[in-house]
């Protein structure tokens, strides 16, 4: 079973009623920002929405659908499996991104297996509404070409890092992109990767084993550059982290301003007790 259609008036189940925010709205949706409400309005109309349950798959690798998705709560994950078993995870997308432009785009089957990480709400446009959408709003048509060029300047960065990094090092970036998705924190040297990645799960994003995973996490808690508590990862020291990417790749690393400039929009007490089940990580001291 692909998914089940929502309830218009009410879902308990999934906290969404019609006397909130009308759950069936693009408006949160990034590269519709810059959109009137009205055509908003008229865009979700047009669309096919649709619950999904943590676990559950929403596209799979060679379909030959052209549909684009619109994650508009929840979370989900691309993953690709290969015909030895081995799983592979390209990332994850949480509310507000989208998934299988590329199909939409030119008509080639999916790449990847599209699966949920928590219970999402997607919506669903067809090929064809899509590339009206392109070619009537100039907004929408720079924000995917932006979307593309960021997508291959990442896959060029992490080619680079699987030919050129060892694993340290990989593991270290990719908690520096994580830490960049991540939720915001007030200290503008900290981050918090909530929920946090399985060792396997980290293993399978930088082409490693387990155990070298395992094994790296540990030299980095006992540096108290992070910290586990439950099953959120606090990194305590953005730029130190960085500063162990940028002393072997000899580049710059980006993630640290963009934490940076996400914290200074963050109220102080959004990493109190509470919000996010731990205690104040990010007021601690820098190392």
Same mark, same amino acid.
């Given at each position: 079973?692909?998914? *089940?259609?929502?309830?218009?008036?009410?879902? &308990?189940?999934?906290?969404?009623?019609?006397?909130?925010?009308?759950?069936?709205?693009?408006?949160?949706?990034?590269?519709?920002?810059?959109?009137?409400?009205?055509?908003?309005?008229?865009?979700?109309?047009?669309?096919?929405?649709?619950?999904?349950?943590?676990?559950?798959?929403?596209?799979?690798?060679?379909?030959?659908? #052209?549909?684009?998705?619109?994650?508009?709560?929840?979370?989900?994950?691309?993953?690709?499996?290969? *015909?030895?078993? #081995?799983?592979?995870?390209?990332?994850?997308?949480?509310?507000?991104?989208?998934?299988?432009?590329?199909?939409?785009?030119?008509?080639?089957?999916?790449?990847?297996?599209?699966?949920?990480?928590?219970?999402?709400?997607?919506?669903? *446009?067809?090929?064809?509404?899509?590339? =009206?959408?392109?070619?009537?709003?100039?907004? /929408?048509?720079?924000?995917?070409?932006?979307?593309?060029?960021?997508?291959?300047?990442?896959?060029? #960065?992490?080619?680079?890092?699987?030919?050129?990094?060892?694993?340290?090092?990989?593991?270290?970036?990719?908690?520096?992109?994580?830490?960049?998705?991540?939720?915001?924190?007030?200290?503008?040297?900290?981050?918090?990767?909530? &929920?946090?990645?399985?060792?396997?799960?980290?293993? $399978?994003?930088?082409?490693?084993?387990?155990?070298?995973?395992?094994?790296?996490?540990?030299?980095?808690?006992?540096?108290?550059?992070?910290?586990?508590?439950?099953?959120?990862?606090?990194?305590? =020291?953005?730029?130190?982290?960085?500063?162990? /990417?940028?002393?072997? $790749?000899?580049? &710059?690393?980006?993630?640290?301003?963009?934490?940076?400039?996400?914290?200074?929009? /963050?109220? #102080?007490?959004?990493?109190?007790?509470?919000?996010?089940?731990?205690?104040?990580?990010?007021?601690?001291?820098?190392?």
């Amino acid at each position: 079973m692909a998914g *089940m259609p929502i309830l218009l008036k009410s879902d &308990p189940a999934r906290g969404t009623s019609s006397t909130n925010a009308d759950p069936h709205s693009l408006a949160g949706i990034a590269i519709f920002r810059e959109l009137a409400a009205d055509v908003l309005d008229s865009l979700s109309r047009r669309c096919r929405w649709r619950w999904y349950d943590a676990g559950q798959t929403i596209l799979q690798r060679q379909d030959a659908s #052209r549909d684009i998705f619109f994650v508009v709560r929840g979370r989900v994950r691309a993953i690709y499996h290969s *015909m030895a078993g #081995r799983e592979i995870h390209f990332g994850d997308l949480a509310a507000g991104e989208i998934f299988g432009e590329f199909g939409a785009i030119d008509g080639e089957p999916r790449s990847s297996d599209i699966v949920c990480v928590t219970d999402a709400l997607i919506a669903s *446009m067809s090929a064809e509404t899509f590339w =009206d959408v392109l070619r009537r709003h100039a907004t /929408v048509c720079a924000a995917i070409l932006r979307r593309l060029t960021q997508i291959a300047r990442a896959g060029s #960065r992490r080619v680079v890092e699987f030919s050129t990094l060892p694993v340290r090092s990989r593991l270290h970036a990719e908690l520096l992109r994580l830490a960049r998705a991540g939720e915001p924190c007030p200290s503008r040297n900290a981050a918090i990767i909530a &929920p946090a990645p399985t060792h396997a799960e980290l293993a $399978s994003r930088i082409s490693t084993h387990r155990e070298a995973v395992t094994r790296e996490l540990n030299e980095l808690a006992r540096a108290k550059l992070i910290e586990k508590a439950g099953n959120t990862l606090i990194i305590r =020291d953005v730029a130190a982290l960085a500063n162990l /990417v940028e002393e072997i $790749s000899g580049e &710059p690393c980006d993630e640290v301003t963009v934490v940076r400039q996400t914290a200074r929009a /963050v109220p #102080r007490q959004a990493c109190a007790r509470g919000s996010v089940g731990l205690p104040t990580a990010c007021d601690r001291p820098r190392l």
